[in-house]
T-cell receptor, first 114, second 116 residues
Framework: DAKTTQPNSMESNEEEPVHLPCNHS???????IHWYRQLPSQGPEYVIHGLTSNVNNRMASLAIAEDRKSSTLILHRATLRDAAVYYCILRRGPLGTGFQKLVFGTGTRLLVSP | ETGVTQSPTHLIKTRGQQVTLRCSSQSGHNTVSWYQQALGQGPQFIFQYYREEENGRGNFPPRFSGLQFPNYSSELNVNALELDDSALYLC???????????????FGPGTRLTVL
């Protein structure tokens, strides 16, 4: 399984942007980059995913390096509710292939201060 | 749209016992995955079911088994419980395969299992 590397923890102040980095130097051409987060006492929650181009949704933006060996999850204005563990995951294979599993690392714990 | 639900919320068992955990998938989802999350770790993939058949398995022993029912709900069974089985067990559903397949997995809140 392709591996990702993330910092153990990061801190931010409320209403400031947050950039969460992820290295995935062994990524292959068909690996999608997924981000999930896990709030305290909850199951993981999907945030965003992409393949090559930068992606935006209502929760966050995903910036993917040109060589795809790294990516950055961007929270544009952190709120207290964004305090969670953020997981960067590589998912192999195209959509609709049936078998899907997420290989989680230990993630980045984001602390948000008022 | 009903989300993924799991029962029970918490469970305490003793070593050697057997346990069954239940999961109801999100409406319209035909694929269910189970994950084990030890304290301070990320979730680890146990297995996945698609249309009542096991569709892939992680590195877990055979005493971890599962079922998926025609309504796509699922059970995780663990026999001969060991102390290291104490963890949060997460169920995730998705729409796998076909034109409406999606890459997003929707997780339930989990069942906290404690083995004494």
């Amino acid at each position: 399984d392709a591996k990702t590397t993330q910092p153990n923890s990061m801190e931010s102040n409320e209403e400031e942007p947050v950039h969460l980095p992820c290295n995935h130097s062994t990524i292959s051409g068909t690996d999608y980059i997924h981000w999930y987060r896990q709030l305290p006492s909850q199951g993981p929650e999907y945030v965003i995913h992409g393949l090559t181009s930068n992606v935006n949704n209502r929760m966050a933006s995903l910036a993917i390096a040109e060589d795809r060996k790294s990516s950055t999850l961007i929270l544009h204005r952190a709120t207290l509710r964004d305090a969670a563990v953020y997981y960067c995951i590589l998912r192999r294979g195209p959509l609709g292939t049936g078998f899907q599993k997420l290989v989680f690392g230990t993630g980045t714990r984001l602390l948000v201060s008022p | 749209e009903t989300g993924v639900t799991q029962s029970p919320t918490h469970l305490i068992k003793t070593r050697g016992q057997q346990v069954t955990l239940r999961c109801s998938s999100q409406s319209g989802h035909n694929t269910v995955s189970w994950y084990q999350q030890a304290l301070g770790q990320g979730p680890q993939f146990i297995f996945q079911y698609y249309r009542e058949e096991e569709n892939g398995r992680g590195n877990f022993p055979p005493r971890f088994s599962g079922l998926q029912f025609p309504n796509y709900s699922s059970e995780l069974n663990v026999n001969a419980l060991e102390l290291d089985d104490s963890a949060l067990y997460l169920c995730a559903s998705t729409q796998g395969r076909g034109p409406r397949s999606t890459d997003t997995q929707y997780f339930g809140p989990g069942t906290r299992l404690t083995v004494l």
